[in-house]
């Protein structure tokens, strides 16, 4: 008996030394801010300034796998793998390029989730007359002529903060989408990361680099920011170390009133732009529900505690809908609604989509509505369409699952050879 119950003791324990131990569950080092990265290298028995060379590593070398932070030991990186540590950049599996050299972007996150971002060579002119750097240097270079050593001269990046929305405004086509999640502070600024990456971006120099070094961001691809509040603003911060400074950022918000109130008391904070598309609130509330919980008068409340910085101005967006909110009488009615509020309008003719019931302005509308609305002191920009013949426009990203993801990324073409 004795003898039985030693050799099952021994059998046991080999069939246990042959169980295949479980995968160790990956886990992103990138969006983790450097009081996070501390601790994680603190728990592995690493001084502290282990934790500065992977934040340099991860946010301004932008690295893509732990082979390439070199500051840091091999025996440290082969620590941090086995721990299942990775850096986990959401991963480009598209790429659609539009004749005016704009992008759009399927980008992978690691559970399969999907989003739309875009690439914009030059903007679409949205930084304009918001009183920052970024729009003096456009306004400038828009008048200037275009340098030979390149064929465009900054670009702007519009990122993605949720997996569809649950805005339902009526005439996006992300609305349609739903809501699926939140992203992660690494997925809204990875975005960015995996973007600059493809384009080999070298943030402040233009040394030795076929693309500007200036890049703007623009939070308006799909989801509400302020519904996605800590995240996004989570994001923000990180993007600030790569360095991109909150200057270079807009945030659009469809009204969400706690995100406005939250956001009038934030230290560091991307310029704000409010995406108003009505005069009144009985034609916002008919394409834009949310109007029901928070209406225009509630809005302007909110802004006017906002502490805007010197020059600063808040920006209102002001998508035109043939019939519907672009009349003369609706300029007349924003110029009543918005006098009084350091502001600018930019405003947007409707980028059209599959199975939408609205129709694009007249342009000679467009360009009355801007005359109207200037003539009462207002700056009133006109938005330029970027990628529409790739639904990259404003309004227009849908998170393209209808094309197999096995698609292979178009080449990125030399400088020289890119639309201007």
Known sequence: MRKWRFRHKIISMNSLEKTPKPPVEAKPLFGLSLPELTEVIERLGQRPYRASQLHQALYRQRITSLDQATTLSQALRDTLAAEGYIVGLPEIVQTARSVDGTERYLIRMADGETVETVWMPDGDGGERGDGSQAAEEEEAEDRAPIPAAFPYRRSTICVS???GCAVNCQFCLTAKLGIRRN????EIAGQVAAVLNRHDVELGSTRGNYTPA???LVFMGMGEPFLNYDSFMSAVRL??????????MTVSTSGILPGIQRFATEAVRPKLAISLNASNDTVRESIMPITRKWNIATLLDALATIPL????????????LGGINDSLEHADELIALISGTRCKINLIGWNSGPDMPFREPPQSGVFAFQKRIMAAGIPAYIRRPRGRDIYAACGQLKRT????????????????????
Do not use: D, K
């Open 161 to 163: 903060s949720q997996v």
């Open 183 to 186: 992203l992660t502070p690494g």
């Open 214 to 216: 200036r890049i703007n």
């Open 239 to 248: 993007l600030t170390q790569m360095p991109i400074p909150e200057s270079r």
């Open 309 to 320: 910085r010197n020059r600063e101005w808040i920006t209102f967006e002001y998508v035109l």
């Open 401 to 420: 699952v209808e094309t197999p993801l096995t698609a292979p990324l178009v080449e990125i073409a030399p400088a020289a050879t890119l639309p201007g």
